[in-house]
Structure formats: structure tokens, C-alpha cells
């Protein structure tokens, strides 16, 4: 009977255990922020680009 108990007690407490949640909230976090990264990446790459060609474009005329 005492073993039901603690089962029964476990199950109780993984339900309203919020360990889960927390971990999806971080989970969403660390999309998000990766998320940003890559978009500033890739325009900070395309305007480097941009700078590199037109740069490269001012040398050859010289």
C-alpha cells in the first residue's frame, strides 16, 4: 500500500512539475537568439560584400 502511495504521490508531482515548461521556454529562448544571430550574419555578410565590390571596383579603375 505504501508503494502505491509514493506512485501514485510521483505521478502527482511530475503533472504539476513546471520543469518541463521551463525548459521549453529556454529551448524557445535560445531559437530566438540564434535566430538573430543568423539574420545579422547574413547582413552584416551581404553589406561587407557589397563594401568588398565596390571597393574592388574603385582600385580597378585606378
Not at 509514493?6 to 525548459?23: D, M, Q
Not at 540564434?34 to 557589397?50: H, M, Q
Amino acid at each position: 500500500m505504501v508503494s502505491v502511495l509514493a506512485f501514485v504521490a510521483s505521478c502527482k508531482e511530475r503533472i504539476s512539475s513546471e520543469k518541463g515548461a521551463t525548459a521549453t521556454e529556454y529551448s524557445l529562448l535560445v531559437a530566438f537568439i540564434a535566430l538573430l544571430i543568423i539574420i545579422g550574419v547574413t547582413a552584416f555578410g551581404t553589406a561587407l560584400n557589397n563594401w568588398f565590390s565596390s571597393l574592388g571596383s574603385t582600385v580597378g579603375t585606378w
